[in-house]
């Protein structure tokens, strides 16, 4: 099964710009034209979150559209930039997303993973929170199904990046969430967005992976101090393959380079010059 998980997409009203500087409509654009094209043919696109900038219905409207020519089935995340009844409303027919409340979800059966879909989201708030509810929830979830391999999906990563002005806005019950990762070894990864950066880590031992946005990028800052502040770095999503009870992800970029070029001449020759 091959799995592109995008993330960050930050979609606005039509004609505006994220931050007056990034079009992501149009990054997004050639996101899905990619992911289309994309051999072997991809089986899943998952979106973890931040999926437009202000959680308005324009842009969740301008979003839908964006995703229209997608030919492969995905699964949505709420970011700290979404709005819970907007989403829902936008997405009627992702009908795994549950009518009133958080929106987590598992998608059982329908994948040789198990999906299961976390909402870290506080209204109003950039910070992410993992409350008592939702940790039962989702220790509650996993226990349903524990020789099911899964993946979890969430947006505000469990684990503190050293970029400081990101980890400032952190994501409580973190710990408590390790602590039911430690007792699930069917989690396969953890994969999230909000750092708009390719890190990889483990959390409660399991790996957890956070990818590079379809737009923007965090500027990588790490000596603490530092004001904070985006930068158009490439753009990027990450391939999943689960193979042979395997996961194995490449960090894969969104734009065209030059190649590729052969390593060896006719001969078989290593090429010199
Ligand atoms: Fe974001
Ligand atoms: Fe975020």
Known sequence: MWI????????????????????????????????NAHRPRLDLVVITGDLVDFGHPLEYAHLRQLLEPLTIPYLIIPGNHDERDALRQAFPEHDYLPASGFLHYAIDGRYPLRIVGLDTVVPGDSRGELCEQRLHWLADTLAAQPSAPTLVLMH????????????????????????????????????????????????????????????????????????????????????????DGKLLSHAVMLEDFEGPYPFYDANGKLLDE
């Open 156 to 243: 505000h990563p469990p684990f503190v990046s050293g970029i400081e002005h990101m980890d400032r806005i952190g994501l409580t019950g973190t710990p408590e969430f390790a602590e039911i990762l430690r007792q699930h070894p069917q989690v396969q990864a953890v994969l999230c967005g909000h750092l708009h950066r390719n890190i990889f880590t483990t959390v409660g031992g399991r790996p957890a992976i956070c990818s590079v946005g379809t737009a923007h990028q965090v500027a990588l800052e790490l000596e603490g101090g530092e004001p904070g502040g985006f930068t158009l770095e490439p753009p990027g999503f990450m391939l999943h393959r689960w193979k």
């Open 4 to 35: 592109a998980q995008i993330t960050d997409t930050h979609i606005k009203q039509v004609g505006k710009l994220t931050y007056g500087r990034v079009n992501t409509a149009s990054y997004l654009e050639r996101a899905v034209a990619r992911l």
